[in-house]
């Protein structure tokens, strides 16, 4: 499991890493963005080239860097990632910032 810490995982937000891909849970907001992508990065990405965030609770824009920059990294992989089960407003707020489509 990629988290912050196991007492901070619900408020702050992290992933599971399992066969089925990486799954998170919790909020993504700048409070916790910079812990869990350092913590990201220790962990190869998933197999399946998928991340679901269908357990995100809250998010700001930080949520939509760090998806963005998980995308970026598989790309420098040469790997495709797909970001499934973005909460609506994150797509909102992904298309107030003109960068909804780096998250197809």
């Known amino acids: ?6 007492d901070d995982a ?5 992933f599971t890493v399992s066969d089925a891909g990486w799954h998170f849970a919790g909020a993504l907001t700048l409070d916790g963005a910079a812990t869990i992508f350092e ?7 998933p197999a399946n ?9 809250h998010a700001d824009s930080a949520a939509l860097a ?7 990294r598989a790309a420098g992989e ?3 990632l797909s970001a499934t ?4 407003p ?5 298309v107030v910032y003109g960068v909804e489509n780096l998250l197809d």
Do not use: N, Q, Y
């Open 66 to 72: 760090i998806i963005i920059a998980l995308k970026r």
């Open 1 to 6: 499991m990629i988290e912050h810490s196991p």
């Open 10 to 14: 619900e408020a702050i937000g992290g």
């Open 78 to 80: 040469g790997r495709t």
């Open 49 to 57: 080239g998928i991340v679901d965030f269908s357990g995100m609770r």
């Open 39 to 45: 913590a990201s990065k220790a962990t190869p990405l």
């Open 85 to 88: 089960g973005l909460p609506a």
């Open 90 to 94: 994150l797509r909102s707020l992904a």
